[in-house]
C-alpha cells in the first residue's frame, strides 16, 4: 500500500478506465514513507503477487465472459 494514499495506481486505473482499458494492478510491496522519504519497504513473496494476478486475471475474464455482447454502460450493443 502507498503511505501516500495509493495516488499513483489509483490515477493509472482511472486513466486506463477513461481509455476504455480495463486493468489488474498487483500490490509487489508496503511501504513507509512520507512525500519526502522512504523510510522502509516490505517487499511481497512473489508467489503472493502471482496469486494476486491469477486471482484477479480470473475474475476479469468470468466478467468479460458474462459482459460479452454489452457496451461500457451495461447496456445492449446495438
Partial sequence: ???S???GIARDIET?????VRSCLPVT???VQT????TDILHL??????DQ??????RASRRSER???RDDRGGRER
Avoid at 494476478?53 to 480470473?58: E, V
Fill in 5 to 7: 494514499g495509493g495516488a
Fill in 29 to 31: 510491496a508496503v511501504t
Fill in 53 to 58: 494476478m491469477r486471482a484477479a486475471i480470473s
Fill in 16 to 20: 486506463l478506465s477513461f481509455m476504455g
Fill in 35 to 38: 512525500h519526502d522519504s522512504v
Fill in 1 to 3: 500500500m502507498d503511505s
Fill in 45 to 50: 513473496q512473489p508467489g503472493l503477487v502471482a
Fill in 67 to 69: 459482459g460479452r455482447g
